[in-house]
T-cell receptor
Framework: AQSVAQPEDQVNVAEGNPLTVKCTYS??????LFWYVQYPNRGLQFLLK??????LVKGSYGFEAEFNKSQTSFHLKKPSALVSDSALYFC??????????FGAGTRLFVKA | GAVVSQHPSRVICKSGTSVKIECRSL??????MFWYRQFPKKSLMLMAT?????????EQGVEKDKFLINHASLTLSTLTVTSAHPEDSSFYIC????????????FGPGTRLTVT
């Protein structure tokens, strides 16, 4: 069965510091991996995806993620956090079908 | 491109009444639409998947008679919560995908349903 784990409920970081939001996955088959961000009372906004190709994926708002097949991870990173990055982040996995599995979400707090 | 809208954004209804939520793909044809439910501080739970012109496929544990889904056209899907009860209060989010790339979903802004 497919699963996604986001081991941290919350990540706190100071503005200007690098941030990492962790994600590991378990699938049978090749994973399609996604990161989404959600602001309060809003839907999900797409940040980036890995389908195939280069393991380092760059996305919106300066975010990037690295696909690591051996560690089955797809951590989200940003070199310098902004207060406006504070939101709820979801990692998701699909294997090319209709069903996408979402992680539990990680709340990011960026302190000024 | 790839904008999905939902209407209404918020709705309050009385217990026992039904409420309809619309999901529209504004600038593309959505071959597949998805309905999710999100509980406070929780992840998204897939309720059902619908393809245009066919019956929705419901996830295990989701009552199909309570959550009626209609995907009438390539740009519109509706979720009707029938005989709503306070425990149906939640944030409902739809998403849409196009063509064969069902794994690439475009999300609506969500609808906050409160049943009193």
């Amino acid at each position: 069965a497919q699963s996604v784990a986001q081991p941290e409920d919350q990540v706190n970081v100071a503005e200007g510091n690098p941030l990492t939001v962790k994600c590991t996955y378990s699938v049978s088959g090749n994973p399609y991996l996604f990161w989404y961000v959600q602001y309060p009372n809003r839907g999900l906004q797409f940040l980036l995806k890995y389908i195939t190709g280069d393991n380092l994926v760059k996305g919106s708002y300066g975010f990037e993620a690295e696909f690591n097949k051996s560690q089955t991870s797809f951590h989200l990173k940003k070199p310098s956090a902004l207060v406006s990055d504070s939101a709820l982040y979801f990692c998701a996995v699909n294997t090319g079908g209709f069903k996408t599995i979402f992680g539990a979400g990680t709340r990011l707090f960026v302190k000024a | 491109g790839a904008v999905v809208s939902q209407h209404p954004s918020r709705v309050i209804c009385k217990s026992g009444t039904s409420v309809k939520i619309e999901c529209r793909s504004l600038d593309f044809q959505a071959t597949t639409m998805f309905w999710y439910r999100q509980f406070p501080k929780k992840s998204l739970m897939l309720m059902a998947t619908s393809n245009e012109g066919s019956k929705a496929t419901y996830e295990q544990g989701v009552e199909k008679d309570k959550f009626l889904i209609n995907h009438a056209s390539l740009t519109l899907s509706t979720l009707t919560v029938t005989s709503a009860h306070p425990e149906d209060s939640s944030f409902y989010i739809c998403s849409a995908s196009r063509g064969r790339r069902a794994y690439e979903q475009y999300f609506g802004p969500g609808t906050r349903l409160t049943v009193t």
